[in-house]
């Protein structure tokens, strides 16, 4: 009953959330799943044609209407995680590396499951196939871990995230009064906040995921220990690079056709990274497509400095999306340093950027926390497996009342607002 | 017995949880005086013959120290900044839990009020310190505006948790019990602003009083008569915002069909003794001390030459602890 | 593996087509004053959310500082000989809330004064106001025009802010 509960839940949130866009996703799972049925027979590579510019042309389509103004249809919820989950799927069944899936229920479960519909991770049906049609759900274990796997999630979302976000909105809000020095500060704070954020929402959707026994892959590992900005892709949304790496760099014929024809497949590789992620930030996959190809160039023998250079490179290149509207504006943005300092400007201005003494002691308690997590040795998780009973309800119990005392969320309370609100 | 060490600290983690509830809700207390009249009458006598309803107009205009010194009248003003007519009907619904008055006598400022008196902030003022009942949930329900959320009155913190940066000395100091600064829910300001120009009169959109508003008169006037409660109207001597002909009149037919006492308190400034260049802390809008004595001196007679109250000055143990309050009063009057 | 470059080279056609700009979001102007209401008096241009000052304004007639209820501070009003000005406080500086017309000496700038028909009214602001019994509401940026018609006449005008926009 498992299957049932879960199909069902999956639609009905689609359609509450999601609305008319349904038919869309609809449309892409009904495709992919009898497009392969005319893969043993003569025309297979017409098939996947038609199957790949259909479905590609309507991601593409409803991603660039800003930009041609030829339609004003609202895009899809999650299109862009299930067409490439769609596309994985039958290209996996053209190369013959998975069999064709016999059963539409299965096949459209794994198309519609709502916890990764959203957010990802982007996964395969081989990986996932298992675990969707088991009518077994977690262990006692497993559900327990899967709900403080939520709660910390939740704990990053709203204590790290959400709160980062007050003081990078502001700063984006007005891009004459905040140049220089605080679009670079934003730029570092931002490499927390987004992480935070997504990585958050990954964690409440493997954590739920678990409660259900469904395992899925892990989309993030520990990413700040990169030592390059290519290793960076191999711990920051392992599910997308790990797509692109299978259905276009290597397609494209990776490494294997001369050290100019890799880079430019690195090239192309990052370029549809962008693409994927918005028209506008086409010039950020350029970035990271020189970061990865020229890595060579900005790597040192000193483990420490490789990892605050791919810090810094990779802060610094999310400025495309701290000004997601224009690429131009956002380059404007970051040049700005060399224009307007800012610098004691920001010193002295930064308990004015939204947060007080108080939010920023704990944010930077919950980084810190975050960082100490993140980088966590065997032994400690070994720890945490062997603690008592005392410490698995102690720290759940912390985490809620950590989340409700110091997340961001509702609306924000001043008694001084209220007395003072005139004057 | 692991389990009985887990078990206990899910019981601390409530406990902290209902702590921390109490400890990021405002206590207003000093520094915002309004906030801290509707917990005070919890704990008081029950022996109320009066029970006034308002806003501002009421806690600060009338004095029931001063009825009960002059006639022996015990009183219990049950108001609030910007207390909308709905509100005062649960509140009054509330106090019957508590009590039967004989009289109870209402504000009909209130009336002129609509949607855009909605104040999350008011609300909170009022509400918070009101103990759970279904009056409370009603009252809730029927004040809440557009951005408000219930379950943020039932656990404070959803609302009030981002103060735990801006926690203050008042926040600790009122932990455990509110502060009290009110006699018998009159608030003393001694401070004197003379009445000097006003506003003009601005020609409104409509005059009539909205439908929901009476609705809410008529469930006032029925839960008096369903207790045999004899329902007062009144009118507070504020020079503004203006008491409109337009207002005056439907209030009048009102009393009238229902065969109700009305004081318009504005149309007899002069045989009160009022005198706007010393009885007023706001320019004319609200009466000070000074003016809250005289009105509430005025207001006594008429209740005792037209009403069959008690005089709880010749009741022994009423008496013990009214002169009690009294004498505090008057400390307070004097400082 | 000819597919898969054609395929390539559709996208990133695709890409540099997609390399234009997405026209940017202009920041809200809100001293772009041709885009909210406001009155010309004289020579001086009174905009409801503009800075007010008594230099600027001339010395009123009468002045008169309200409080309200509790806590929401004091409203200041200056009456002036045909107008009267609302003002509210904000960051220590104060603004134009509301201009109250007082008599017919004053027009709105597009004409508007009392006395007038409603017909002339919607020909002067048009047919997309807010009907509320006699009173109509004209919306323009965060300013709303306020006309109250009372025997078929326009016998109420006024300028009000929107102070809710500024947060």
């Not at chain 3, 054609?6 to 979001?25: K, R, S």
Request: proline share 2%; glycine share 6%; aromatic share 16%.
């Amino acid at each position: 009953m498992k299957k049932i509960f879960l199909f069902l839940f999956s639609i009905l949130i689609y359609i509450y959330f999601g609305s008319t866009g349904i038919f869309f996703l609809l449309f892409s799972a009904l495709s992919s799943f009898y497009v392969t049925k005319f893969f043993y027979g003569k025309h297979k590579k017409l098939w996947l044609i038609l199957f790949l510019v259909s479905n590609i042309g309507i991601l593409l389509t409803l991603k660039f209407q800003e930009v041609f103004h030829f339609t004003n249809i609202i895009v899809p919820l999650g299109i862009s995680y299930y067409t490439l989950q769609v596309v994985s799927y039958v290209v996996d069944v053209y190369r013959g590396k998975i069999e064709r899936e016999q059963n539409l229920f299965t096949y459209l479960l794994y198309v519609f499951y709502f916890p990764y519909l959203f957010i990802g991770p982007i996964s395969r049906f081989s990986d996932v196939k298992k675990d969707l049609i088991s009518s077994k759900i977690g262990t006692k274990q497993e559900i327990y871990d899967g709900l403080v796997r939520i709660l910390w999630g939740v704990f990053k979302k709203l204590v790290i995230a959400n709160r980062i976000a007050m003081v990078t909105s502001l700063i984006t809000s007005n891009t004459s009064l905040y140049q220089g020095a605080y679009v670079i500060f934003a730029c570092f704070l931002y490499s927390i906040q987004l992480y935070a954020d997504f990585s958050g929402g990954i964690d409440m959707v493997l954590g739920l995921s678990h409660c259900f026994g469904i395992h899925l892959k892990e989309n993030f590992r520990s990413p700040f220990q990169s030592e390059s900005v290519k290793e960076f892709w191999n711990r920051w949304h392992i599910a997308l690079s790990t797509w692109l790496k299978d259905y276009v760099y290597i397609p494209l014929g990776g490494n294997r056709c001369g050290k100019i024809r890799q880079k430019i497949n690195v090239f192309v590789t990052f370029l549809v990274s962008g693409l994927w992620h918005g028209t506008s930030y086409l010039l950020w996959g350029v970035c990271h497509g020189i970061f990865v190809a020229f890595s060579k160039f900005f790597s040192t023998k000193s483990k420490i400095l490789n990892r605050l250079i791919t810090f810094v490179l990779v802060s610094f290149v999310w400025v495309f999306f701290l000004y997601p509207t224009s690429a131009l504006t956002a380059s404007k943005m970051f040049l700005s340093i060399f224009t307007t300092g800012n610098y004691v400007s920001l010193f002295q201005n930064i308990l004015s950027l939204t947060l007080d003494v108080g939010n920023w002691i704990v944010l930077l308690i919950s980084v810190f926390l975050l960082f100490l997590y993140d980088f966590r040795s065997e032994k400690w998780i070994n720890f945490w497996k062997r603690s008592s009973i005392e410490w698995k309800t102690l720290v759940p119990c912390v985490l809620v009342l950590v989340i409700l005392l110091f997340g961001v969320y509702g609306i924000g309370f001043e008694v001084t607002d209220f007395i003072y609100s005139k004057f | 017995m692991k389990w009985i060490r887990s078990l206990l600290i899910i019981l601390l983690t409530l406990i902290i949880f209902v702590g921390l509830n109490r400890l990021v809700s405002p206590k207003y207390g000093d520094s915002l005086v309004e906030g801290s009249m509707t917990a005070a009458y919890y704990e008081e006598e029950k022996n109320h013959e009066i029970i006034f309803l308002g806003d501002c107009e009421v806690y600060a205009n009338i004095s029931p120290m001063v009825l009960y010194e002059e006639e022996g009248i015990t009183a219990y003003v049950r108001g609030n900044s910007q207390q909308l007519i709905h509100q005062s009907y649960y509140l009054l619904e509330e106090t019957l839990k508590y009590e039967i008055p004989k009289i109870v006598v209402f504000n009909v400022n209130s009336l002129r009020y609509g949607e855009e008196e909605k104040s999350e902030g008011y609300n909170r003022l009022m509400i918070d310190q009101m103990k759970w009942s279904k009056e409370k949930i009603d009252l809730i329900k029927a004040s809440m505006t557009k951005e408000e959320n219930f379950w943020s009155y039932v656990f404070p913190i959803l609302r009030y948790h981002s103060r735990f940066s801006k926690l203050s000395e008042e926040d600790f100091k009122y932990f455990f019990i509110d502060n009290r600064n009110t006699f018998n829910g009159f608030l003393i300001n001694k401070e004197i602003r003379p009445a000097g120009s006003l506003p003009t009169k601005k020609i409104l959109p409509t005059y009539e009083f909205s439908k929901e508003n009476m609705d809410y008169l008529e469930k006032i006037y029925e839960l008096c008569r369903e207790h045999n409660i004899k329902l007062v109207l009144m009118k507070a001597p504020s020079l503004y915002p203006y008491w409109y002909d337009e207002y005056e009149s439907q209030v009048v037919e009102y009393a009238k069909s229902h065969d109700l006492d009305y004081y318009n308190f504005t149309k007899v400034t002069e045989e009160i003794g009022l005198d706007y260049e010393t009885d007023t802390y706001d320019g004319g809008l609200h009466l000070n001390l000074y003016g809250a004595t005289k009105l509430s001196k005025y207001f006594a007679k008429i209740l005792k030459e037209n009403y069959a109250l008690t005089d709880y000055r010749l009741d022994k143990k009423v008496n013990e602890v009214y002169n009690k309050k009294v004498l505090e009063y008057k400390k307070k009057v004097e400082e | 593996m000819n597919l898969k470059k054609l395929l390539g080279i559709g996208l990133i056609t695709l890409c540099l087509a997609g390399c234009g700009e997405t026209p940017a979001n202009k920041t809200g102007n809100e001293s772009n004053n041709t885009s909210v209401y406001s009155l010309k008096v004289s020579n001086m241009e009174i905009v409801p959310g503009g800075e007010f000052s008594r230099e600027k304004f001339g010395t009123e007639n009468a002045f008169s500082e309200l409080s309200s209820c509790a806590f929401e501070g004091k409203d200041r009003v200056y009456t002036y000989d045909h107008y009267e000005i609302q003002t509210f406080l904000k960051d220590g500086k104060e603004y134009v809330l509301s201009v109250y017309f007082l008599d017919n000496t004053v027009k709105t700038s597009e004409g508007l004064e009392f006395g007038d028909t409603l017909d002339k009214m919607k020909e002067l602001y048009g047919n997309n106001y807010k009907e509320t019994g006699t009173m109509y509401e004209y919306e323009k940026g965060n300013t709303t025009l306020k006309v109250i018609l009372q025997n078929d006449v326009v016998s109420s005008i006024e300028y009000v802010f929107d102070v809710d926009s500024l947060k």
